[in-house]
């Protein structure tokens, strides 16, 4: 059974910072997509930020380039969601998911639909 269970969401001022950790276990294969989505209310599900654990290729939704490091630490099977700089707008349930990466990606492409195991989220609320 695969299991994913983030944890680090908070309440925090604009400007400051929180690191966001997700716990994987169960995945069949060695090699697969990681990739952490935010749903604020009223918006489309957003990819922030995937990992590729074959090579550590990361990518970035534009909103989160130069601001969110995504990195694993792989003898703890966690990913981490470093947030640094955050915004009003950052505010958002944050969730962490894993799928494959097709085989003619160069990359882990950040759309919710190609991701099938799924926690259930943490949230993280940026408010002066």
């Known amino acids: 059974v695969v299991q994913l269970v983030e944890s680090g969401g908070g309440s925090v001022q604009p400007g400051e910072s929180l690191r966001l950790s997700c716990s994987v276990s169960g995945y069949p294969y060695p090699n697969y997509c990681l990739g952490w989505f935010r749903h604020a209310p009223g918006t489309e599900r957003e990819g922030v930020a995937t990992l590729y654990t074959g090579g550590s290729i990361t990518d970035y939704a534009d909103s989160a380039k130069g601001r969110f490091t995504i990195s694993r630490d792989a003898a703890k099977s966690t990913v981490y969601l470093q947030m640094n700089s955050l915004k009003p707008e950052d505010t958002a349930m944050y969730f962490c998911?894993?799928?494959?990466?097709?085989?003619?990606?160069?990359?882990?492409?950040?759309?919710?639909?190609?991701?099938?195991?799924w926690g259930r989220g943490t949230r993280v609320t940026v408010d002066s």
């Open positions: 998911a894993a799928g494959p990466k097709r085989a003619y990606d160069t990359y882990c492409v950040p759309e919710a639909a190609r991701f099938d195991y």
